[in-house]
């Protein structure tokens, strides 16, 4: 694998969370964004057998690459799929427990993993940003087996407490607490991926857990970006940048418009079989 | 108190507001007010939303601006200047947006919803309300009121605080003695479909995935179609399959051509990227207003905005470019 210099922010964590798919699951995936384009990228490279269904009721497509412009509005995205139902039926496939994953990106996330996609500021009622919502997010969230979370490692992401709980992680983190609030049993967050580390969850406390950091990055830097204290994996993995075939793909096939993988530039320089980061970077791509 | 002394017990509930169900009222309102006569139902959009879309109405729609939605009925919502609507946007797009702009709803049940500017004043302005649930819980809503039920359990929104927001309940499962949510029924005082084809009387085919176009017509007391084609009755009972909705579900078919314009409807015409970009700019740059003049009110219909707004021209290349029909027509 060659080690690719210039990536975008988006780019590293659409790679990181394409190379979690595990092949012949089913996924359920937002319609858009991150998440469908780490699934798009998985497939064309990775694990071309993973299947997937969105929340329009399409199940198993199969989209042609290169992708069509905006692709939550095309019917190319439903394109070859093995059926085309509704919202409400694969919510029910999700609640009889067919969907392994679901992947899915976040506002804000808390140490157990519960997460905003609704607003950000201190009133409900009066927003100082208020996001589309939920979603489809909260029944993905709480009944596939397992979610996989994208979000940026920004301190006013990863909060200690969330500015609204649209969707839900391991709730206050105690035994039973999803089973409690109704949730079926076994569920919860497995991975929150960012542009330089991936985090797991502790299977006795259900906190946030460091697992992997980029080599160029570390594990001090990732925690300076976090408002909360995650456990630390006694054997943090590095995480390999994404590779000159993965952004290719991701490039010219997955988001051709390039409307969701732009982010911040993060340019590598080879020193001496280290990687690390430019002292001069180009300026963000979008705002 | 049930007869044998036990009661269930409700563990937690949300304080979001609500419409109480009312399945009797629902029954009542089909025996005395819905035809189940093979009627003539075409009529042009004016008088659609004129007589079935009251002020203070809830309305639901299938699926959203961007595809396959009813696009010329919100616009002449807009035009007719109907005022204190409560929105359910499951899975909406900019819709919300535009009917906000509009002056035209108060509350909004949302799922996800497009948000910019607008959304986010009006809230701030006091003049909209937000009631937070989710794309499938509001599905799943539609369901309830589809069913003729008051309420239906799920096994998510708890403990979020989605549900701290919304009408939603959690009790004891008096069967498996686990928590488990409640959502109550809607039933939508008039839904908004458009479909692909229907007949005269409103029995009606959706290609494509939908949303919950079903769940939405069954649960709502009026439902006005506009639909891309009216085809014969006949066409319709030679592959009865492939009919969505029944034609007693529905009060007004309305022809739009482009219906869903500037989204698309998969199979028959692409989106319209540049209009769907001017929307946004007009958005960031404050001057909804002037979209709204040029889009809605400056014409007299839907059909007028198509020769005077779009053009013929423009129509063909959005038809043209729709390539992929796979499945729909064919």
Known sequence: MTAALTFTTNEAAIVYTSRLMEEDRLYFVAIGGPPLLAILLAKQLRTPKIAYVVEDGTIAPEMPVPTPPFMVGAGLASSRAVAWTDMNTVDFHAGLGYLDYGVLAAVQVDEYGNFNSTFLGDDFDRPARRFGGPGGATEIASLCWRTILMTRLERRKFVKKLDFMSSPGFLDGSLGARERAGMPAETGPYRVVTERAVFGFDDETRRMKLLAVAPWSSIDEVLGEMEFAPLVAADVAPLDPPTEEELAMLRANIDPTGRTISGDWITLEDAGGTLRRAAAEPATTNA | ?330
């Open chain 2, 1 to 330: 108190m049930a007869p044998n002394g036990k009661t269930i017990a409700v563990l937690d509930e949300g304080v979001g507001a609500y419409r109480a169900p009312d399945p009797d009222g629902m029954r009542r309102f089909v025996r005395d007010h819905k035809d189940r006569r093979l009627v003539d139902k075409r009529m042009t959009e004016q008088d659609a939303v004129s007589r079935f879309v009251d002020d203070g109405a809830y309305v639901s729609y299938d699926t959203n601006v961007w595809r396959r939605g009813p696009s010329s009925l919100m616009r002449e919502v807009i035009r007719q200047r109907k005022r204190d609507l409560w929105l359910a946007a499951k899975f909406s797009a900019h819709d919300a947006t535009l009917l906000t702009a509009g002056g035209c709803i108060s509350k909004i049940d949302v799922g996800w919803m497009e948000v910019g500017r607008v959304i986010t004043e009006a809230m701030n302005a006091g003049r909209l309300k937000m009631y937070e649930w989710t794309n499938g819980a509001l599905a799943y809503r539609h369901l309830a009121g589809a069913l003729g039920v008051p309420f239906l359990p799920l096994r998510y929104v708890g403990g979020t605080d989605v549900f701290r927001n919304s009408g939603a309940k959690l009790i004891e499962d008096p069967y498996t003695g686990q928590a488990v949510c409640l959502v109550p029924a809607v039933n939508p005082d008039v839904a908004l479909i458009h479909v692909n084809q229907c007949d005269m009387y409103g029995n009606a085919r959706i290609f494509g995935p939908g949303l919950a176009p079903v769940e939405t017509a069954m649960a709502s007391k009026r439902v006005i179609l506009s639909t891309e084609e009216i085809i014969d009755s006949e066409e319709i009972r030679k592959h009865p399959g492939a009919t969505t909705l029944p034609y007693y579900l529905v009060d007004a078919v309305v022809h739009a051509p482009f219906g869903c314009y500037p989204g698309t409807v998969p199979g028959l015409y692409r989106a319209d990227l540049q209009h769907l970009m001017e929307f946004g700019v007009a958005q960031v740059q404050g001057k909804m207003d002037e979209y709204l003049e040029k889009w809605v009110f400056s014409v007299a219909s839907h059909t007028e905005m198509l020769e005077k707004r779009v053009g013929l021209e423009k129509l063909n290349v959005l038809r043209a470019e729709e390539t992929h029909t796979e499945g729909y027509y064919t």
